[in-house]
């Protein structure tokens, strides 16, 4: 009974070591995964959607909560002044979600750009949401304002051949987007006149 009891005790105290230790470590790499999101994986999205800014987008950001969440928003400056951001969100692809980055002019609610950051898409087929410029092109200078769809769907994106889902997903996540927009833009409009000046 004794050494039932040791053992116990020592286990315990092992299990309580190894989830401190995790924690620390989790809490002491935070910082450094967030920026590796931000320069390898986010930001070649936000460079492309705000190539001609004056500032860098990925160091002046801000965030605001969002019920739950904690949202990352990215400012570009252009025409000197603070007059875009760019934020990210997810829709259901084939092999799981697929990371959308939008860029959406805060004067006129039209969106600037996107870049797909994130997807585990068949090779070739749905994985050419990132990589085709046709594609990504068609959502520039559409009103945020609205729901974005395929044109089989009742919208104007014509989707990649072969890549429905694929497709439906980048316009689910421009569609979230476009909702979260509508939700955020007296605190994004508030939050972006903090830079450029």
């Not at 920026?35 to 460079?47: D, E, H, R, S, T």
């Not at 875009?84 to 959406?104: H, N, P, Q, R, T």
Request: neutral net charge; hydrophobic residues 40%.
């Amino acid at each position: 009974m004794g050494d039932m009891i040791k053992m116990v005790v020592v286990l315990t105290v092992l299990s309580a070591f190894s989830g401190g230790l995790l924690a620390a470590v989790r809490d002491n790499t935070k910082d450094k995964i967030e920026n590796q999101q931000l320069q390898f994986v986010k930001g070649p999205a936000i460079k492309s959607i705000f190539e001609g800014a004056s500032n860098d987008p990925i160091a002046d950001r801000f965030k605001i909560k969002d019920g739950e969440i904690e949202r990352s928003f990215f400012v570009a400056i252009l025409d000197g002044k603070p007059k875009a951001v760019a934020f990210e969100s997810y829709g259901k692809g084939y092999g799981g979600d697929v990371g959308l980055m939008v860029g959406i002019d805060l004067e006129n609610d039209s969106i600037i750009g996107v870049g797909v950051t994130t997807h585990a898409e068949t090779p070739g087929l749905g994985a050419k949401a990132k990589d085709d410029p046709g594609f990504s092109a068609q959502f520039k200078g559409m009103s945020i304002m609205e729901p974005v769809k395929l044109n089989k769907d009742g919208g104007r994106i014509n989707s990649i051949s072969g890549a429905t889902i694929t497709s439906r997903a980048v316009t689910g996540a421009a569609t979230d987007v476009s909702e979260i927009y509508k939700r955020l833009k007296p605190q994004l409009e508030e939050n972006a006149k903090n830079f450029g000046k």
